[in-house]
């Protein structure tokens, strides 16, 4: 890939984003926010992180080359959801996600 088309898709990507949140917004905000055709925009947007964030970890944790897997990585991804789930700190969740993960995979290696 160029790098003119990777910045061609930067520049676009911002638009689109700016785009959305300042004109879209805009017109939830102007209609009222009870009545506003666009009155789920900031809540929506508000969403969109999260969903991008959750595709990023399956894809991560169930695919490998091109094709679907399920490994060590899923039971990792498991404790991660138990540990959120129980409400554990941050850096509980990654620790035991990561020692979940690892521990799999050094008792299937040997």
Not at 2 to 16: E, N
Not at 54 to 75: P, Y
Request: glycine share 8%; no cysteine.
């Amino acid at each position: 890939m160029s790098w003119t088309a990777i910045i061609v898709l930067v520049v676009g990507s911002f638009g689109f984003k700016l785009f959305g949140h300042v004109v879209l917004a805009r017109f939830a905000v102007d209609e009222g926010a009870q009545t506003g055709v666009l009155r789920w925009f900031p809540e929506l947007a508000g969403l969109i992180p999260a969903a991008l964030f959750a595709a990023l970890i399956a894809v991560q944790t169930f695919s490998l080359d091109e094709s679907l897997t399920i490994d060590a990585r899923a039971a990792g991804l498991a404790a991660g959801v138990i540990a959120v789930w129980r409400r554990a700190p941050f850096v509980v969740v990654v620790i035991l996600a990561m020692t979940v993960t690892a521990a799999i995979r050094w008792q299937t290696s040997g």
